[in-house]
């Protein structure tokens, strides 16, 4: 059964034809031990369908440790949004199902200029003084 | 992510708390979202953008 309906579909359609550049989600999964990433991979699936200008990337985690090192992935199910040679540096770990997904679909939206971050100038200055590294981790649930 | 996309320095991650228990007993998450900066700076709940920018971002940026 698809995890989508057609009103879904034709939603993210909409959606991804306003990408102004092709978005690439790089999905990492494993066969054994994880519960959710079926559930991931299944998504993942029918989303990289929607839209020429957004692909679907699939390695597994056992087997492709080096693509795993480079995009920083340490468990499973994992995404990377990233666009042609550019990586912002936004990931998921877990399936991306309700919130997820949510923050999912913007991600996409904002990798493929689609919206600009449109922050506040408060708030762009303080992005623009950073002076290390800064790691943010969002934790949600799908409600 | 917005934040990410704005700047090379700041990365960000989701991560689903129901299928990492080990990061909600690491984290103390006690509600959602929670947000940790650099394991070191914590926000519960969901605040205003610029309170969030703001605390986030202020222990890791050049005194002004």
Known sequence: MALLSDAD????????AELKQ??????????????TCDAAKQ???????ISDKLTVEEHDFILEQ??????????VPAIAVVANG??????FFGAPMGYEFASLLEAIILVGGAEDADLAETSQQLIGSVKEPVDIKVFVTPT | MRMAVS??????TVV???EFPEDVRKYRISGVPKTVV???VEILGAVPEEEYVRESLTPFTVTQ
């Open chain 1, 22 to 35: 092709p978005v690439k989600l790089v999905f990492f999964t494993q066969t054994l031990n994880c519960e």
């Open chain 2, 16 to 18: 689903g708390a129901a």
């Open chain 1, 66 to 75: 080096q693509a795993a090192a480079t995009y920083g992935i340490s468990r």
């Open chain 1, 86 to 91: 550019s990586d912002p540096g936004i990931r």
């Open chain 1, 43 to 49: 998504i993942l699936d029918e989303v990289g369908k």
């Open chain 2, 7 to 12: 700047s090379d320095q700041v990365k960000a």
């Open chain 2, 38 to 40: 650099n394991e070191k």
């Open chain 1, 9 to 16: 579909r034709q939603e993210l359609q909409k959606t991804f």
